[in-house]
């Protein structure tokens, strides 16, 4: 009897060591300033790459526009601008089959309608726009919690030379790399059994 009031005893302590246990602290994001710095220099450089000689236009946002919905405004914007050489699909894509010149005008209304739509940047991570300690953060999770924990699910998680490197801010998640690609039915088991990291993109590949 002794021998199990010291075993109640020590699972009760225990617990109380689990419930004072600190919670995680997570990696502070980037601020607004950064982000806003951040996505006006890669609009600077896409729009250099189009037309190295011309001034980029200055475009006033119309609407933001959230990263979990389709974004209808953009193509909507697009399709408005009746150009030629520019075919649109029923799942929402583009490409374009014109002339250089056609194809420049496309370019050029493409890149003022996404200024004119851009996505809302309240939680950058979520655009996959992450601090440096974010970056870290989130490198040590997949390594550590959430490939691991996939492979015990039974999946395979290829990863390629580079993406998984320590202080990258382009960090891939895991979920793109799983063999056999899961159903979409699988998500919910999947994270359930391996929750996703509170830091980052909360992206899962779809069936087509």
């Not at 236009?57 to 526009?65: H, K, L, R």
């Not at 959230?66 to 209808?72: F, K, L, W, Y």
């Amino acid at each position: 009897m002794a021998v199990r009031r010291a075993a109640l005893a020590l699972g009760a302590s225990a617990l109380l060591l689990a419930g004072c246990a600190p919670a995680i602290v997570l990696p502070p994001p980037m601020t607004q300033a950064e982000i806003k710095r951040t996505i006006a220099e890669g609009n600077e450089q896409w729009w250099n790459a189009m037309f190295p000689d011309e001034p980029m236009p200055v475009v006033d946002p119309i609407e933001y526009v959230d990263v979990h919905e389709q974004n209808t405004q953009y193509l909507d914007c697009l399709k408005a601008a009746d150009l030629e050489g520019i075919t649109f699909s029923d799942t929402g894509g583009w490409t374009t089959s014109g002339d250089l010149e056609q194809n420049n005008a496309v370019n050029r209304a493409s890149f003022v309608c996404q200024l004119q739509y851009p996505y809302d940047i309240s939680d950058p991570a979520e655009l996959g726009y992450l601090s440096d300690a974010q970056a870290n953060w989130l490198w040590y999770f997949n390594r550590d919690r959430l490939v691991p924990c996939l492979k015990m699910l039974g999946y395979t998680v290829m990863t390629h030379p580079g993406e998984y490197v320590e202080g990258s801010i382009n960090v891939i998640p895991p979920y793109y790399e799983m063999s056999p690609r899961p159903d979409d039915d699988d998500w919910d088991l999947i994270d359930f059994r391996c929750p996703p990291s509170p830091v980052g993109p909360d992206y899962r590949p779809r069936s087509p």
